[in-house]
């Protein structure tokens, strides 16, 4: 089997910030490969901190995941947790599937709904059923008090009439922000959190780089989506949390400002969304 080469660590952050959206489950299981490094949630945790990202906020996306999810959030101090049912499962979103997702939903080192919305790029669920399994995620999210946390892949007119329709939650998350410059005011008036994973640095991504460039600096988080979207110069390459300062760099060159004032605006910002993180 050919291996792949692990991204260095890069220069460690001024100030600590988080990743906003990973998947510790994919990371540590099989889906995961021989070549991705660190195999356990303790190793990945550890790498990250060496770099400045303090915590991990793993995310669901079924029901078996969500469940892992909260269980390694209440075994590792600096992991949190979103539970839900991915709008790609969303034909699996059953009366009993939405009452667990609630259940986890309620736990205290559960910070999240999501992820949930709409994705109208692929068809393995309809878009009623993922309407429906959309509008149910909104209402558990303002039932348990937690941030709504979003998947929305060539749906936003959709996704913004959703929450218009529903009534939002007090705080979302747009994760793996994939808008245009329009779609960040839309999301800046409403005050919806936008966090930008690597995909901000790929070449082609001018649309994101214009939206994040208006994104309001207390509106705005970072992620990596690991292992998947590493940032340039890793595309192609196992993503982690420790990679998390290439991305945090090219948004403050992007935006203009210096790295430690975004730094101390996201972690101040994960702690807006996701509540205390002591």
């Not at 109208?120 to 995620?137: G, I, K, N, P, V």
Request: with cysteine.
């Amino acid at each position: 089997m050919t291996s792949v080469k692990i991204p260095p660590a890069p220069e460690p952050l001024p100030v600590e910030v988080f990743d906003s959206h990973c998947h510790l489950d994919i990371m540590v299981g099989e889906r995961a490969g021989p070549s991705a490094g660190p195999r356990t949630v303790a190793e990945i945790v550890r790498e990250a901190q060496a770099v400045g990202v303090r915590r991990l906020v793993t995310i669901g996306y079924d029901v078996d995941s969500s469940r892992w999810c909260a269980r390694a959030a209440e075994e590792h101090p600096d992991v949190y947790a979103g539970v839900a049912i991915h709008p790609n499962e969303a034909h699996r979103a059953s009366e009993e599937a939405l009452r667990e997702i609630e259940r986890l939903a309620n736990l205290p080192r559960v910070r999240a709904v999501g992820e949930t919305g709409l994705d109208y790029f692929r068809d393995t669920a309809s878009r009623a059923d993922q309407l429906a399994s959309f509008r149910a995620h909104i209402g558990i999210a303002k039932r348990s008090g937690k941030a709504l946390v979003i998947h929305d892949r060539d749906a936003h007119d959709d996704v913004l009439r959703v929450l218009a329709e529903e009534g939002p939650p007090e705080r979302v998350v747009f994760h793996c922000f994939s808008g245009d410059e329009k779609m960040a005011d839309a999301c800046a008036e409403a005050g919806y959190f936008m966090s930008f994973a690597g995909t901000v640095t790929y070449k082609n991504a001018e649309n994101l780089r214009a939206a994040a460039l208006v994104a309001p600096s207390e509106l705005i988080l970072v992620e990596t989506d690991a292992p998947y979207l590493p940032p340039v110069p890793h595309r192609g390459k196992p993503n982690a949390p420790y990679l998390i300062p290439l991305t945090v760099r090219f948004l403050a060159e992007v935006k203009g400002v210096p790295v430690e004032e975004l730094c101390t605006a996201i972690a101040r910002n994960g702690e807006r969304v996701f509540g205390s993180f002591g």
